[in-house]
């Protein structure tokens, strides 16, 4: 890269060559077929300014999937592809799943019953099964995704615990702090220097475990091979499961599982009652409760009977309980409450057994009567019980009204709840943005509001409560209607005024109210069928209430139910006979007149029967115009016929007995046919009664409506009605809507023999009127109520399916119903997406709708007997009769108008014009020509508009239904055509699974893709996806963006595509998604939208279950079909030699061939790329997605099951090698990890990473951290900041870290060799990016600790000592010259003032984000992340290491592997200075030292820098807490030491090395333990007496001596460290240990960089200025004995205006040894770029100081430098600061003249604390 020409360097800096290999070459590649297509810019004809689209953006022609497994499938690797599935199959499976059934038995009609067409298609949508599509493989997709939805419970628990020393310190952090340490062992402070002897000897110490075999000669190769081995051992095969799981908010891939159709129960409530006592026990009481809803004014439940007598009780009744059933015995019941409301009360209302007298004097014993009185009460309570014993025994099938309890549940639905259900239902239904991507765990409709309790926080208030009620109101006869109940309800809500009102009688109800639980073990149905589980023996089963909810439940019905509730209400009689006084009613259920026609229908009551064929209601005692609350329960029968009615017969009830009178005098009757034109009878009537026998064929007549009789029939009231009714149906047979009903019986007079006219309500219809009635009900049918339409969706949407494709003759005519279907299904999906009140799923798919095409609809079956009504007719084949008589031509030009100018958008007439859609009417142009010559000939015989000769004719003789749906879709026009686009979604899935059907019941000879379907379909189907895809680009263009909805079309299309890839023809798919690509690029304005839309596209058709397959990743190099022409060669292929180093190169490029080949991932890269090249505004959104597009895609291949096998991964990640390329690009873009702690996120918009240094690769943000040249001389100032720069978009942390791990995964599984054979072909220039992006990652992956459980936030933001070090590391590595530049960033400022600035703002970007995400975490929460983090900082850095160790043996051959060696070792040295696991330093020592042993010679002559970099890492860990990194790095240190020995027998340079990196550590860093290096120095000296081959050498001496040198400094840190409280003697000691090292530069330096730090911490500015200013000076002393420049300051005289003090650097000492002397004076700071660096910074601190005089004379120091390298930028700010620093001086002065005036002020020590006056503490210093 050094001898790059200077062109070249500047396109290099510029990134003008972006696209590197693939683009380039795409230039010259182009197939001719695509040059069409070709483009660089793309303008609309419609107004929008052009769109810069990439040169490489559009697709490429895709390979012919189906010919190439035809023609090459013996070549294949079959065997690899079917792990993954075979893609010979089809992939789509039609699974019939039996419903699941709640009850044992499935509720059906009553056996033996002939059963209507109706109720039979009732019954049989009901209990047929399911029939679902399942992908082949899909539970492996779910299992994939075990990691990402927090089934890591278990995973956890197969990962092996990384140590961290960090952690291990923080557990001995608070032994550490409990005060300074003192060694006693050591000699008395008062020693005069550094060196002095010191009685403690190393060899005292026993030192730590040595490794074996590290002393015995291994070749190179042999020990590059261990290493491997050892590496690869115990490894995680996942990486993707220890990475955090990504936020789903692009997972637009996951299609949500409709919930499946089920019976609604709303919020379940158990109530159990216990017990019911007065205060005298002295005949039966018989309870039942209900529920009210006082706000709406509705009973919200059946009633639930109960009895709780004593069996002594029981007995009085034995005459009238002919049975007792055990279903009627329950006492406890489940209550369901779909909206739930603190209105709604418990009733509990009692009955006793009818007895003589008022309800006052029946309740009087009870209010007065104590049984606790004893004496006279006991007789009195005796003489009562055997009173009532006898009223029982006469009287016992008849009851009064006693009393009645409410209770409030307002407690359990609390308020606060209530207004977050309200909340939740407005969300869930679709009031809010259907934008927002709920959770997938909402999709459970809140429309068919079913609130379960737990979603709406009810479940946190409901609580299990026994209540305890001591008083009841007694019922007053005159008002017992349930009207008077609301008000009394409504009176007890607002005050207690009712108790003062109403007669209270004393006695105890306790029952318990808690939620259900989802299993009620030995639990009926409303219909008495049993619950599962259900065990027989218990006798006392629980009973489910039925509720009457207050407002619409929109739930399709999925079970038979068919009940009646009868509500007699009021009876007037007043003016009736004396007589009739004490009434009650028998209410039957007949099937004819005869008394023995009542059945057995009328659910019972508690202790009897289940089924009764009569019941009475109660009697209100002498009371002629009674109220009555009785509900009658009816199981309404399958076959209802004019015969069936509601018998009402009227009895005085004589409570008193009298000689020979009968208990009942007859008073009347009155009747109610059940149905009124073959349709059910509901609502309200107010019925006459007769008062005589009713005469025959009573029951075929309306009572009001009896025509006259003779005799004639005697009337209560002269005929008028008299008794009021209320009858409500709950039926799943009966619609109880004219429309529907209608609808279903007109469809059904067309499937079996009727007799015309047929009745529909009040209607007669003709045979030939049949088809016109028909055609209007099937339009009308979207005017019915949306109730029951929603109730009966199922059954109504597959009767329009099966007449859109059933042959009719009607009356002898051929009749087509097929586009009359079509609209009205159209019609209903556009009103169910309409809808508030229902839901929709994140996609903004109707629920319902959803529902019913994944579980209920099959393909219609046809009926094969024609209806014979109008004659047997020939049938003509009747192919596509949508059109009625028009011809082809003139549809497709409907057609395409309809597309040009939507109906309900006129203005978009402009915006579409001809041109705009040239290809999709060139597909429409063909399609007309195929229409004339083959449909239209199949219409009926009598067409003559086409010639029936000019197509073959179908074999077939019937309609298929996908292509009548497609057909449908492709002829609509106007609104219904832009309502099937809007839910394109609905059609779509029909379609499919349609077409699944048809396939799955084809021949199996048939099953060839290519053929099974026929040439008209596909061609309906591309239009189809052209239509959409206009339709898409037409709302993304619109003034007003109607981007929500274009985005929710773009997902069904994605959804349709991945489809029909498991049923269609692959090729003719692929040119579908090639076709929708060059649309949307032709027609969008707007580069972000249209990569946005794309991605989302792509990423769910990737998200294929056999993706892989689709891709052909099984397919070599070789076996690839040949190009449409050659690749020429990428800019990289300058280093290849041969067609298979290029080959090679390409497969890591985005060829034309791969993006043929691999063509859903070469899109895929597409995009990325172009997302990456991008700007613009919403463009990092974009980036976002790409990446996370690929991010996904790569973590279900690592988690799946079927990629186990290492071979298929290899083969998986060859798939992926373009992504490196890709990523290499991108490699300015990345966010910086490395600076990122260090300035607050990095601010690369000012220009490119090369900008400042051309010559080398690594990129300069990050070089600021590393060790390097940081003042580049080389490089021309004016030219760069005279050219003009592209700025890239830089990619925020999470994003670039999806990015990293991608990186990553291709490299932990791609083929080693493969990769090994690409690094040695590549340039240095690459093979730096590729060790920058190494570095980056290896930042990225740190290990950030375990957070804290402590739920403070002080803590978590408090700098432990280890990131302490470790910012300190990055930002002041080697202090000086990147000292300064961080200081001038930040002038005046405390010490890196951006670290708190970074906290404030950028807290997204760092660790302590996430360490407050986790503050809210469990202890072992906690653990198990810092377990799974752990493993993925250990493991990453491994794949790091290997792809290091691969760059190595990669470039051993390689000229360039001098500057390699930097770059490796920068990594390598970068990943030391992170917080990494033993079981990674063990690994990365291991690698350091064969890297040693390899390229021993260039380490020390060539990179002098990183040695000294890697001495003070090595250096460091060499003070672990830990034991086996002390031994490694013991063991590390001690080869670098030998075999600098071996390579120079002189290792001066690396002891030089070794003693300031020691020197350094312990001015710096917080957190070594001398105690422990001490212990390592120890090892180091016992491997140089064990090391029997260097004995003969002076190498051992030189160790020893080198150890106790260092054993000395250790000494003078445990001095500074006992002054560490007292900072002017701690800075006395650091000078005179400075002051020590005059001999030796190097180490003397690093002392005065250690103090001039100290100075900086305790805010002394011009004290650390003078100390940098000393450092100038020596270097400067240096410099002039090498170098004889004019321009250079001689020696330290030239600081003598400074400082006289300075003369003290000069070397004038004999015994100075020489600057050329091996070792000596050979680091970064002694060249020129280094002084400069230093005078800089020291004149930074003096301006910050305010010592503005000084800064001119540091600067006459520095400008003949900088001019003499003519940098004229650095001139310019240094001119900028002089003239800043004399504006300061002037100020002062103006201020105060006699400031300036003291002489001392220009004159300081570097040693202590302050300056001062040389009459001074301090004058006696030199």
């Known amino acids: 890269m050094a001898t790059l020409p200077s062109a070249e360097r500047r396109a290099f800096v510029l990134k003008i060559n972006r696209y590197s290999s693939a683009e380039i070459r795409k230039q010259f590649t182009l197939p001719p077929n695509l040059g069409q297509y070709h483009r660089q810019s793309i303008s609309t004809s419609s107004g929008f300014p052009s769109l810069q689209l990439p040169q490489f953006y559009d697709p490429v022609e895709p390979v012919d999937f189906e010919g190439l497994l035809m023609t090459h499938l013996n070549n294949l690797d079959v065997e690899l592809a079917r792990e993954l599935g075979d893609f010979t199959e089809d992939t789509l499976d039609v699974v019939f799943t039996p419903k699941e059934c709640r009850t044992l038995q499935p509720s059906l009609p009553e056996e033996g019953v002939e059963l209507d067409p109706h109720v039979k298609d009732c019954v049989q949508t009901y209990i047929r099964e399911w029939l679902i599509l399942n992908q082949k493989h899909q539970g492996n997709s779910e299992i994939c995704r075990f990691k990402k939805v927090g089934s890591r419970k278990d995973f956890h628990k197969t990962l092996q615990k990384q140590t961290f020393e960090s952690e291990t310190l923080e557990c001995s952090e608070p032994r550490a702090q409990a005060g300074p340490r003192h060694l006693n062992v050591l000699c008395d402070v008062s020693g005069k220097g550094p060196l002095t002897a010191c009685d403690f000897s ?35 095969a996942e990486l993707f499961a220890l990475y955090p799981s990504v936020d789903e908010e692009d997972a637009v891939e996951i299609r949500p599982v409709p919930e499946c159709p089920k019976e609604h129960l709303g919020n379940r409530i158990w109530v159990k009652l216990l017990t019911l006592k007065f205060e005298i026990e002295i005949e039966p009481l018989f309870a039942s409760i209900a529920l009210y809803d006082v706000k709406e004014r509705k009973k919200i439940s059946e009633n639930f009977h109960c009895d709780l007598n004593s069996d002594q009780f029981k007995g009085f009744l034995r005459a009238h309980t002919p049975s007792v059933a055990p279903s009627s015995q329950a006492r406890s019941a489940v209550f369901s409450v779909t909206y739930p409301s603190s209105d709604i009360y418990l009733v509990v209302k009692i009955e006793k057994v009818l007895q003589q007298g008022e309800i006052g004097d029946c309740a009087e014993p009870y209010m007065v009567i104590k049984e606790s009185d004893g004496g006279k009460s006991k007789d009195k309570i005796e003489k009562l019980k055997l009173q009532a014993e006898s009223f029982c025994q006469r009287l016992g099938k008849y009851r009064m009204p006693f009393a009645w309890a409410p209770i409030s549940l307002a407690s359990f639905f609390s308020v606060s709840t209530l207004e977050r259900e309200v909340a939740d239902a407005e969300s869930m239904v679709g009031r809010s943005s259907v934008g927002e991507r709920r959770s997938l765990s909402q999709s459970r409709r809140l429309s068919e509001r079913a609130l379960s309790l737990e979603e709406n926080g009810i479940g946190s208030n409901f609580k299990t409560t026994t209540m305890t009620i001591n008083s009841f109101f007694k019922q007053e006869g005159d008002r017992l209607s349930d009207e008077d109940l609301f008000k009394f309800l409504a009176d007890y809500k607002r005050s207690s005024s009712l108790q003062r009102r109403v007669k209270s009688i004393p006695g105890l109800l306790r029952l318990e109210i808690s939620l259900a639980p989802e ?108 109220d009555f609350y009785e509900e009658v329960k009816i199981k309404l029968p399958a076959k209802l016929t004019v015969n069936h009615h509601l018998l009402f017969t009227f009895y005085h009830i004589s409570c008193q007995q009298k000689q020979g009178a009968s208990i009942e005098s007859l008073l009347g009757y009155s009747w109610l046919p059940i149905l009124l034109n073959e349709r059910l009878q509901t609502g309200s009537y107010c019925l006459p009664v007769a008062l005589e026998k009713l005469p025959p064929n009573y029951s075929m007549h309306s009572a009001e409506k009896v025509p006259l009789q003779n005799p004639p029939i005697k009337w209560a009231e002269g005929h008028k009605g008299v008794f009021n009714i209320e009858v409500q149906a709950v039926s799943s047979v009966h619609t109880q809507d004219n429309h529907l009903e209608k609808f279903f019986t007109l469809c059904h007079s067309l499937e079996s023999q009727v007799t015309f006219p047929i009745r529909v309500l009040d209607q007669k219809i003709s045979e030939t009127t049949l088809e016109h009635e028909l055609k209007l009900s099937i339009i009308w049918l979207n005017s019915s109520r949306l109730e029951p339409l929603v109730l009966f969706l199922h059954l109504v949407l597959d009767k329009l399916f099966q007449l859109s494709v059933q042959p009719m003759v009607i009356a002898g005519q051929t009749a087509n119903f097929s586009q009359f279907a079509f609209e009205s299904v159209v019609a209903i999906a556009n009103s169910l997406h309409n809808s508030k009140d229902l839901s929709k799923d994140q996609h903004g798919r109707n629920c319902l709708l959803a529902s019913y095409v994944h579980y209920v609809f099959r393909l219609p079956e046809l009926q094969k007997d024609l209806p014979k009504s109008g004659g047997s007719t020939a049938l003509p084949d009747p ?40 290809e999709v009417k060139s597909i429409m142009s063909s399609k007309i020509a195929d229409r004339n010559c083959n449909r239209m000939s199949y219409y009926s015989s009598g067409n003559n508009d086409v010639p029936s000769a000019t197509g073959a004719p179908r074999p077939t003789s019937k309609k298929h239904f996908h292509e009548e749906l497609a057909l449908q879709m492709v002829v609509s026009t106007g609104m219904v055509r ?126 294929h279950e056999h993706y892989l397959n689709l891709n052909l990743f099984f397919m070599s190099a070789d076996t690839a079909p040949a190009s449409p022409c050659p690749s020429i060669s990428s800019q990289n292929s300058s280093s290849c030699s041969s067609f298979q180093d290029q080959k090679i190169a390409n497969m890591f490029d985005l060829t034309p061939e791969f993006r043929q080949q691999h063509f859903l991932t070469g899109l895929l890269f597409t995009e990325l790329a172009a997302a990456l090249d991008a700007e613009g505004e919403g463009i990092s959104k974009v980036q976002r997605k790409a990446v996370s597009a690929i991010h996904s895609l790569l973590s279900s291949h690592d988690l799946d099951p079927r990629c186990v096998k290492p071979e298929v991964k290899v083969k998986v990640a060859a798939l992926y090698l373009p992504l490196v390329g890709i990523i290499l690009d991108a490699l300015p873009q990345l966010y910086d990890f490395t600076a990122a702690d260090a300035r607050g996120g990095k601010n690369r918009s000012s220009g490119s990473d090369e900008e400042q240094d051309g010559t080398s690769g690594i990129n300069q943000n990050v070089a600021l951290a ?27 942390a999470d994003t670039t870290r999806n990015l990293m791990i991608c990186f990553l995964w291709i490299m932990k599984n791609a083929d080693q060799s493969l990769i090994r054979k690409w690094i040695a072909d590549l340039p240095s220039m690459q093979l730096n990016r590729i060790l920058d992006l190494l570095f980056i990652c290896v930042s990225c992956f740190e290990y950030k600790g375990r957070p804290s459980s402590d739920k403070v936030s002080t803590q978590v933001l408090q700098k432990s000592r280890d990131v302490k070090a470790r910012l300190e590391e990055a ?38 984000r996430q360490a407050n995400e986790k503050l809210d975490k469990t202890k072992a929460e906690l653990d198990q992340e810092a377990l799974i983090s752990g493993n993925l900082a250990t493991e990453a850095n491994l794949i790091i290491l290997d792809m290091m160790e691969n760059i190595i043996q990669a470039s051993s051959a390689l000229d360039c592997k001098d500057s390699l060696l930097g770059g490796v070792l920068r990594v390598l040295v970068n990943s030391l200075s992170c917080d990494q696991s033993t079981t990674y330093l063990t690994h990365c020592f291991a690698t350091l030292r064969a890297l040693i042993a ?201 600081f003598q205006n400074i400082s006289s003090n300075v003369l003290e650097e000069s070397a004038v000492s004999e015994d100075t040894l020489s600057p050329d002397e091996d070792g000596v004076c050979s680091g970064r700071y002694f060249t020129e770029s280094g002084l400069v660096g230093l005078l800089e910074q020291a004149a930074e601190l003096f301006s910050t100081g305010g010592l503005y005089e000084t800064v001119n004379e540091v600067y006459k120091l520095v400008i003949p430098i900088l001019e003499a390298h003519r940098d004229f930028r650095k001139l310019t700010s240094t001119h900028d600061k002089l003239q800043k620093a004399f504006d300061s001086i002037i100020s002062k002065v103006d201020g105060d003249p006699g400031q300036y005036s003291y002489p001392y002020l220009a004159a300081g020590d570097p040693d202590l604390g302050m300056l001062s006056p040389p009459s001074s503490l301090w004058s006696d210093l030199p």
């Open 879 to 918: 192919r596509y009769h949508t059109y009625g008589r028009t011809s082809a031509a003139a549809v497709s030009s409907k057609l395409l108008q309809a597309r040009v100018m939507s109906s309900s958008n006129p203005d978009l007439a402009g915006t579409h014009s001809a041109a705009d859609d040239e």
């Open 1494 to 1694: 390899k390229f021993g010679d260039l380490l020390f002559e060539e990179e002098v820098e990183q040695c000294a970099d890697l001495c003070q890492r090595v250096l460091h860990h060499c003070s672990s807490s830990m034991d086996i990194t002390r031994s490694q790095a013991c063991a590390t240190l001690y080869l670098l030491m030998r075999f600098s020995f071996g390579a120079t027998s002189n290792f001066a340079r690396v002891k030089m090395q070794v003693t300031m990196s020691l020197a350094s550590l312990v001015g710096k860093a917080q957190d070594f333990n001398e105690e422990h290096l001490r212990k390592s120095l120890r090892t180091i000296l016992a491997y140089a007496e064990e090391d029997k081959a260097m004995q003969t050498t002076p190498f051992p001496t030189q160790v020893e001596e080198l150890l106790c040198n260092l054993n000395s400094i250790l000494y003078d840190t445990v001095k500074m460290r006992e002054f560490q409280e007292d900072p002017e003697m701690l800075m006395d000691l650091m000078y005179r240990i400075a002051k020590s090292y005059q001999t030796s530069p190097d180490l003397r330096l690093t002392w005065l960089q250690n103090m001039a730090e100290k100075h900086s911490k305790k805010k002394c500015y011009t004290e650390a200025a003078m100390c940098l200013v000393h450092a100038a000076a020596l270097v400067a002393e240096y410099l002039s004995m090498l170098e004889d420049h004019s321009y250079l300051p001689v020696g330290s005289v030239s």
């Open 978 to 1103: 832009e309502t099937v686009f809007k839910y394109a979604w609905f059609f779509f899935e029909l379609l499919v699974k349609s077409m699944a059907q048809y396939v799955h019941n084809m021949d199996k000879q048939d099953n060839f893709r290519r053929t099974r379907f026929s040439d008209r379909f596909k061609d309906d189907i591309t239009t189809i996806v052209n239509v959409v895809t206009s339709e898409i680009a037409a709302l993304l263009v619109k003034p007003q963006k109607e981007t929500e909805q274009a985005e929710k079309i773009n997902i069904s299309l994605a959804f349709f595509l991945y489809d029909l890839l498991s049923l269609m023809d692959r090729s003719f798919v692929f040119n579908l998604i090639k076709h929708y690509c060059n649309q949307l690029s032709a027609k969008l304005n707007n580069l972000s939208t249209l990569i946005s839309m794309r991605l989302e596209f792509l990423r769910i058709l990737c998200s």
């Open 1371 to 1408: 930002l002041l590595r080697g202090e000086g010259a990147r000292g300064e530049m961080m200081r001038r960033r930040f002038p005046g400022n405390d010490r890196f003032p951006c670290l708190s600035e970074n906290l404030r703002w950028k807290k997204e970007q760092t660790q302590w």
């Open 1266 to 1292: 590393i060790a390097g040249n940081h003042f580049n001389l080389k490089i021309n100032g004016p030219m760069l900041s005279s050219l003009p720069y592209k700025q890239y978009n830089v990619l925020n």
């Open 202 to 236: 190393l060899r005292s110490l026993q030192p730590d475990q040595r490794l074996e075999n590290l002393l015995q000669h291994v070749s190179a190769e042999d020990f590059e091979k261990q290493n491997e081995e050892a590496r690869r051992t115990n490894r995680q």
């Open 519 to 626: 299993i009620i073990n030995c639990c009926l149905t409303p219909e008495l069928l049993p619950v599962k589980p259900f065990s027989e023996n218990r006798t006392r089963p629980h009973k489910e209430i039925l509720e009457f909810p207050i407002r619409e439940v929109y739930v399709p019905h999925t079970v038979y139910r068919n009940l009646l509730y009868v509500y007699p209400q009021r009876l007037n009689f007043t003016n009736k006979l004396a007589s009739a006084r004490n009434i009650t009613i028998k209410i039957q259920f007949m099937c004819g007149e005869d008394p023995s026609n009542a059945m057995p229908v009328i659910f019972g009551k508690s202790n009897g029967p289940e089924f009764l064929q009569e019941v009475y209601t109660a009697v209100t005692y002498h009371n002629k115009s009674p």
